[in-house]
């Protein structure tokens, strides 16, 4: 990946929310690269039966949630 961030003129790389707890941190430090994790904080909506699931299909917040899930997308940081 640092590799690819060079060749592509990267100052940052964007690692998935686990990333760091396989990847090398310090070998990217090194090489001048930043690393952000990811961090989603899933909106909770209502869904029509029983406790909220996370982590559906956006599908799942438009048959639950109708027009108003457009805000509901946009008001996530």
């Keep these: 990946m640092i590799d690819i961030c060079r060749t592509q003129g990267a100052d940052t790389y964007l690692a998935g929310r686990d990333?760091?707890?396989?990847?090398?941190?310090?070998?990217?430090?090194?090489?001048?690269?930043k690393v952000i994790t990811q961090d989603f904080?899933?909106?909770?909506?209502?869904?029509r039966f029983g406790v909220f699931?996370?982590?559906?299909?956006?599908?799942d917040l438009l048959f639950n949630c109708g027009p108003q899930c457009i805000e509901m997308i946009r008001g996530v940081p």
């Design 53 to 59: 699931v996370s982590n559906l299909s956006i599908v």
């Design 41 to 47: 904080q899933h909106p909770v909506y209502p869904q």
């Design 19 to 33: 990333g760091a707890n396989y990847m090398d941190l310090e070998k990217f430090k090194a090489s001048g690269l």
